[in-house]
T-cell receptor, first 113, second 111 residues
């Protein structure tokens, strides 16, 4: 699985958009970009994933650059409950090549009032 | 809501004792992961299974840890004998094609 690089920490004001970057310059053509988050003492929670197109769901948007070497997770209106560690992961998904899910150190996002 | 269920939620045991952690994956999910989380090492993948067969257990100390899936509704992680350095939160996750869903974890303390 390709390695990812994320900033160790970020701050965001409540109600503003939180933009979390991730670099994955060695991503392969069959690897997806996944985002999970972990709120203190809980199990990691799936947020969103994508291959090359931008994706949006009820939690967040995922913007992947055209060369797929980096991506940004966007929380459009951050709340205090979005304070968590956010993990960017690249992995093979689907079919018979369902790859292992390997977590790095992630980005600690702190949303403040 | 379907969820991954882990038992027990907390376990305190003495060094040298056997510990068994259980996980009930979400019905229909064919992939199960076991993780260990500590402050120092973060989330470490111990092992994962697909269709009950182990695919990768390279992250697991083989001399004392074992992971099995006796059936599709149960995954177990055993430590024998346990040591203080095994103190951690152990997470199980299950998935099918894309997302994986995590349980709430078992907090293990070995004294």
């Amino acid at each position: 699985d390709a390695k990812t690089t994320q900033p160790p920490s970020m701050d965001c004001a409540e109600g503003r958009a939180a933009n979390l970057p991730c670099n994955h310059s060695t991503i392969s053509g069959n690897e997806y970009v996944y985002w999970y988050r972990q709120i203190h003492s809980q199990g990691p929670q799936y947020i969103i994933h994508g291959l090359k197109n931008n994706e949006t769901n009820e939690m967040a948007s995922l913007i992947i650059t055209e060369d797929r070497k980096s991506s940004t997770l966007i929380l459009p209106h951050a709340t205090l409950r979005d304070t968590a560690v956010y993990y960017c992961i690249v992995r093979v998904a689907g079919g018979t090549s369902y790859g292992k899910l390997t977590f790095g150190q992630g980005t600690i996002l702190t949303v403040h009032p | 809501d379907a969820r991954v269920t882990q038992t027990p939620r907390h376990k305190v045991t003495e060094m040298g004792q056997e510990v068994t952690m259980r996980c009930q994956p979400i019905l229909g999910h064919n992939t199960v992961f076991w993780y260990r989380q500590t402050m120092m090492q973060g989330l470490e993948l111990l092992a994962y299974f697909r269709n009950r067969a182990p695919l990768d257990d390279s992250g697991m100390p083989k001399d004392r840890f074992s992971a099995e899936m006796p059936d599709a509704t149960l995954a177990t992680l055993k430590i024998q004998p346990s040591e203080p350095r095994d103190s951690a939160v152990y997470f199980c996750a299950s998935g099918r094609l894309s997302e994986a869903f995590f349980g709430q974890g078992t907090r293990l303390t070995v004294v």
